[in-house]
């Protein structure tokens, strides 16, 4: 919800054009050119290129957490609607603000339901590196991109 959801309409103006007068004011002077492709990007606290695919690559799970400063992606459990009797959730976790492969760590959990409730089941380790390829490879991807 909106921080301004509770104002009156006029306060809300008020408000909303004090803070595009107070954003317009901080501009001015040249503005040092960036190079957008870098491979340290720290707008952010961590690589925004593998934040972005992060993202991205698990976006078919519901985010539990998403910490952009600290570089943390949590998921909630997921079960994918064809086999309703196995659930993933997955973290993934940013160490970087370089865009490496040592930079990225993905962890996965994996439940399967039995008896009425759900258990624990160990995750095959091709299924954790698939999915960091797939991120870096993303990201790659959008820093090709970002040159172009």
Do not use: H
């Amino acid at each position: 919800m909106s921080a301004f959801a509770n104002l009156p309409r006029p306060a809300t103006l008020a408000m909303a054009l004090a803070a595009s007068a107070t954003l317009a004011a901080c501009g001015g002077g040249e503005r040092p050119e960036a190079d957008l492709a870098a491979s340290q990007v720290t707008t952010i606290g961590v690589n925004s290129y593998l934040w972005r695919a992060s993202l991205e690559a698990v976006s078919f799970a519901p985010l539990l957490q998403a910490d952009s400063n600290g570089g943390v992606i949590v998921t909630d459990w997921y079960a994918n609607p064809s086999n309703p009797d196995e659930r993933v959730k997955v973290t993934i976790t940013i160490l970087d603000q370089d865009l490496r492969a040592d930079a990225l760590r993905v962890a996965a959990s994996r439940q399967v339901a039995q008896g009425g409730g759900w258990v624990d089941a160990p995750v095959q380790a091709a299924t954790v590196q698939k999915l960091e390829d797939i991120i870096l490879t993303k990201a790659r991807e959008l820093r090709r991109q970002a040159v172009s």
